[in-house]
């Protein structure tokens, strides 16, 4: 009699070879909800949202751009910096004086001011040669304060206080203006820059990045070049800082020096730090709660401003958004060090178990 051949099913993933190692899902059914996250939300939040929050969509998806990059450089390479901000700046700027001075149309002048601004990353990343942990950042805080004085100062190309106006973005003879038309714009840019670094981390780039982070002086002794590593960090952590600039130069119309600040810098830390550290979709987590935390703190000044209990001005309950952003980092860091990511991998992790636990 012919035996029958049994089925075994697998009750975990077990890899064969080092592509399925590298790939990003394990399973074709965590592409399939990928490829539906996406699909609802190009056709869905740009239609269904009053124009107030497609403004804080976009808001956040700049902010993740950015944050992605700085998330390269401290949380993937170990690097710290209090310039992310200032390049921030960069970006925008550099972008407003290509489209006014040279008449470089947006998709031109966008990546041409990332450019820039990772050229200029680079040059601030040099002391990471020698500098590491307080006295690095202590050098990128006085590269924040340069380029701040930079902006300011130098009239003649940044006009100072008075800032630039940028022409709306125009795309074969089509004008780019509108929230919603920035929406899809935006977040087009966030899952092609997303996509470039999640695949930037799974290279021998992401690997090197890695090594040095855990411990930089094994890294030299396996054949890493730390200081060309190092440097290749700041400048795609600066790109990402420039590309995310000058998307808000040209979403915003106009810019001045006064958003570019320290507090814009720390704002960044702490996106990566609550969204998690080394974690690319923690990047995105953390601009999604702490642009949510400052609505929630906006909101709640104009409560309290309504009843009576602060002045008209507001600046009685300043103090309370440093307040909150310092309470969200210690708690995160005493509770989950490892951020909001964290947090999602283990909701998934239930999902996927239940209702069994084992």
């Not at 099913?9 to 074709?28: K, V």
């Not at 990471?128 to 590269?143: E, N, Q």
């Not at 030299?220 to 995310?244: C, D, N, Q, T, V």
């Not at 006064?258 to 730090?273: D, K, N």
Request: with cysteine.
């Amino acid at each position: 009699m012919m035996s029958k051949k049994r089925q075994f099913h697998p009750c975990g993933n077990y890899r064969e070879n080092y592509e399925q190692e590298l790939s990003i899902f394990e399973t074709d059914f965590g592409r399939l909800w990928l490829g539906i996250g996406i699909l609802l939300l190009f056709a869905v939040v740009p239609w269904s949202f009053s124009p107030y929050m497609i403004y804080i969509f976009n808001t956040i998806g700049i902010a993740a751009i950015a944050v992605i990059g700085l998330n390269i450089l401290i949380g993937f390479t170990g690097q710290i910096s209090l310039g992310h901000g200032a390049f921030f700046g960069v970006g925008a700027y550099a972008a407003a004086i290509l489209a006014t001075t040279l008449d470089c149309p947006f998709y031109l002048s966008i990546p041409a001011a990332a450019m820039i601004t990772a050229m200029i990353g680079m040059v601030f990343g040099m002391p990471s040669v020698r500098l590491k942990g307080l006295y690095l950042t202590i050098a990128t805080l006085a590269g924040q304060f340069i380029i701040e004085y930079i902006l300011l100062r130098w009239e003649s190309l940044t006009r100072g206080t008075m800032g630039i106006i940028l022409p709306a973005p125009g795309f074969f003879g089509l004008e780019l203006t509108g929230d919603r038309v920035f929406f899809y714009l935006i977040f087009t840019c966030l899952v092609f820059m997303t996509w470039i670094a999640v695949n930037l981390i799974r290279s021998k780039f992401g690997r090197a990045f890695i090594a040095i982070r855990d411990n930089d002086r094994a890294a030299e002794g396996m054949g890493i070049p730390i200081f060309r590593y190092k440097l290749l960090a700041f400048a795609i952590s600066s790109f990402y800082a420039g590309f995310a600039g000058a998307l808000y130069a040209y979403y915003n119309v106009s810019i001045t020096t006064e958003p570019f600040t320290l507090s814009l810098s720390v704002e960044y830390i702490a996106m990566v730090i609550i969204g998690g550290m080394g974690n690319i979709t923690g990047s995105i987590f953390g601009a999604v709660f702490i642009t949510g935390l400052n609505e929630i703190l906006r909101w709640l000044t104009e409560m309290l401003m309504n009843m009576g209990v602060v002045g008209s001005s507001g600046l009685n309950f300043a103090p309370l958004r440093e307040f909150a952003f310092g309470l969200a980092i210690v708690l995160f860091i005493l509770f989950e060090p490892r951020g909001l990511a964290e947090v999602w991998r283990i909701v998934r992790s239930n999902f996927r178990l239940w209702p069994f636990s084992y």
